[in-house]
């Protein structure tokens, strides 16, 4: 059972997760969370940025004497700041997610961060992952989850971009068990999603080009073309 600790002044994130993880900790004392983090060692730590005495990020920076037994790090905060999501990011956390928290999608994203895939399939997950949260993606619609691998699968064939319609939506259609028309809507609705939050100027700041304005949004295979192109070239 993967080993979880909650650094949180609220317990019930703690109480939602018991019946899935093994909770070793939990506290929202920021000195607290790191003796207790460098000692007990956990498979992820789930941090509030707001904590007493030491804030999430000054934790994360301290936690970081634990290098190869270092814990994944997925930041909760009920302040959505552009700017707290980007640092969390660049620090190395592996999700950042806003208050109030679905447990459902939290267990998932856990589950997500510690799986035993090899470490090239979990770098490319968190990178994509990383760059849906901050240009504004929401992690808990479907469309998520379908651009991701969609953006995956182009990842790994490339001109599968070439075949959205015949390929690409039929292959994520029968992986998510739903049909093609869906993944289509889902992956469209949640580019509407991430353009009506105005974060146009993150995915120009990600790839150093002023590549969209406020009113050129991106089709799906434009968008997932874009992002794994940038996998590659950061490969």
């Known amino acids: 059972m993967k080993r979880i600790y909650v650094a949180d002044i609220d317990d019930t994130l703690k109480d939602a997760l ?14 607290t969370v790191v ?3 460098i000692k007990l060692q956990p498979d992820v730590l789930v941090i509030e940025v ?16 634990l290098k190869e037994k270092m814990p994944k790090v997925i930041f909760i905060s009920s302040l959505s700041h552009s700017g707290f999501v980007t640092k969390a990011l660049q620090m190395g956390a592996s999700y950042f997610m806003i208050k109030p928290i679905n447990a459902e999608n939290l267990v ?11 470490v090239e399939n979990k770098q490319l997950d968190e990178k994509i992952s990383n760059i849906f949260i901050s ?20 990842v790994e064939e490339p001109e599968i971009i070439s075949s959205i319609t ?21 992956m469209r609705h949640a580019i509407e999603v991430a353009w009506n939050r105005g974060k146009i100027e993150n995915i120009n700041t990600i790839f150093g080009l002023k590549i969209y304005n406020r009113n050129e949004k991106p089709t ?16």
Do not use: W
């Open 35 to 37: 003796n207790e983090v």
């Open 220 to 235: 799906n295979g434009e968008l997932i073309a874009l992002i794994a192109d940038k996998m590659l070239m950061d490969c």
């Open 18 to 31: 018991k019946e899935n993880f093994e909770i070793v900790g939990a506290s929202g004392d920021g000195e």
């Open 166 to 186: 015949k390929k690409l939506y039929p292959t994520i259609a029968e992986r998510f068990e739903t049909s093609s028309s869906k993944v289509e809507r889902g």
């Open 135 to 154: 240009i504004g993606i929401p992690a808990h619609i479907k469309g998520y989850q379908f651009l991701r691998e969609a953006v995956k699968l182009a």
């Open 50 to 65: 707001m904590l007493s005495n030491l804030d999430g990020f000054a934790v994360f920076e301290k936690i970081k004497v």
């Open 108 to 118: 998932a994203r856990i589950n997500e961060v510690s799986s035993l895939l090899p």
